[in-house]
């Protein structure tokens, strides 16, 4: 099987080529990636002469259309990714997102090849902290930021590309992600790289947005199941039961780092910040068989805290840039 991996150098994609090669030996991985600000060469070490890469825009139609038609199944991670970005600035957003999610629907289509959209839990919107509510598949879409609204709008167009043409194509939306080699601009990384650097955590607003957090590889876990087992033209949601209140992470960060829970900062809010985010995954486990093998939280923060210890040569040289577009921030308390 030959797959083409989209946004392969990003924090979820190489966490996704990295699996492949260690669980699916067989299969041919070719990484399509632009090497924007978020890829990066380095989180492929190891793997280049198992892997073919290939740096290029999702939006080349000329690239896309070359290289689907080489492949067997398309897998789609590239995208604009940081909220906080996609409000200094939404342009990018819309032509990697959007245009980009086009150009790849069009080669699929064109060479009827296989196609898995990797989307996320924002296209839902927010849920309110006391809502005994979780989103499912059926919840309307009702996006905040001009990030989660083009990765709704791409989730869209997939769907009209089934019904309209046939594309033989799944759609996950998943929770808030962690692990190894996350970019420093994320909260969790963020806050790690921080406490080692000796500055204050960065708490957002009250800070009592929750968030519902899956290790990266039980995400890429669930994907393959979708990919050799999902329901054409279905949406799975990826979560596992994660929800947690940015507070209580960072102190979390912060008590695990050896240092006083107190020890943070608050600071101006998100425009639009969602107050919260919940899944209920009941169609991947039922019908997939799919769960989640890091069960618990706390080891897999443990982990990755020291993976962010151990790997300061690869987050070094993001980490002042990542900064630097958070100076508008203010200390509020
Ligand atoms: P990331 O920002 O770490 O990586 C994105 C990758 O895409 C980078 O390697 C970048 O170079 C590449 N890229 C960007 N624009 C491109 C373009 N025009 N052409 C080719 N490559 C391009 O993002 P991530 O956190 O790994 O997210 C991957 C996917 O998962 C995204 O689609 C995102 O919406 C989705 N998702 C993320 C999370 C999360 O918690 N991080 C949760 C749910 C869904
Ligand atoms: O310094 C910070 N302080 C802080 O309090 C940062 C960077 C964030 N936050 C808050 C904002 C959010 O409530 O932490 C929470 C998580 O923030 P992000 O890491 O920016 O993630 P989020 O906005 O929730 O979006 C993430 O999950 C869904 C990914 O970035 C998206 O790509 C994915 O779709």
Redesign the pocket.
């Known amino acids: 099987m030959r797959i083409l991996v989209t946004g392969g150098a990003g924090f979820i994609g190489s966490n996704f080529v990295h699996l492949t090669a260690a669980t699916r030996p067989d299969v041919q991985q070719t990484v399509l990636d632009a090497f924007t600000y978020a890829g990066d060469r380095a989180s492929l070490a190891g793997l280049e002469d198992r892997i073919e890469i290939v740096e290029g825009d999702v939006a080349d139609a000329e690239v896309v259309d070359r290289l689907v038609a080489d492949a067997d199944a398309v897998v789609h991670f590239a995208a604009e ?4 970005n996609s409000l200094a600035d939404p342009s990018p957003f819309v032509r990697t997102n959007l245009i980009g999610t086009f150009t790849l629907l069009e080669a699929v289509r064109k060479h009827e090849v296989r196609y898995h959209h990797i989307s ?3 296209v839902y919107g927010d849920l309110e902290l006391d809502d005994p509510g979780r989103f499912t598949e059926a919840t309307p879409y009702n996006p905040s930021s001009p ?1 989660s609204s083009t ?1 709704a709008g791409s989730d869209l167009m997939v769907r009209a590309w089934v019904r309209s043409f046939g594309v033989r194509a799944t759609i996950s939306n998943c929770s ?1 992600n962690y692990g190894p080699r996350q970019h420093v ?4 990384p ?2 790690i790289t921080n406490i080692i650097d000796g500055v204050r955590p ?3 607003g009250d ?1 009592l ?1 929750v ?1 519902d957090w899956i290790h990266v590889d039980d995400h890429n876990r669930a994907v393959w199941t979708i990919l050799e087992r999902g329901e054409i033209g279905q949406t799975y949601l990826i979560g596992a039961n994660g929800e947690k209140n ?1 507070k209580e992470v960072i102190e979390q960060i912060l008590t695990g780092m050896g240092k006083d829970a107190h020890d943070y900062d608050h600071v101006t809010d ?1 425009a639009g ?1 969602d107050r919260r985010y919940a899944i209920d995954s009941t169609m991947l486990r039922e019908k997939l068989g799919w769960a989640p093998e890091f069960a618990d939280f706390d080891a897999g923060l443990a982990a990755t805290i020291d993976w962010y210890r151990a790997n300061e040569a690869w987050w070094r040289p993001q980490k002042a840039a990542a900064e630097a577009k958070y100076t508008g921030q203010s200390v509020i308390s």
């Open positions: 990714s940081h909220n906080d996320t839990d924002e990030y990765k808030n601009e994320k909260f969790i963020r806050q960065k708490l957002y800070g947005n968030r940015n998100r910040h």
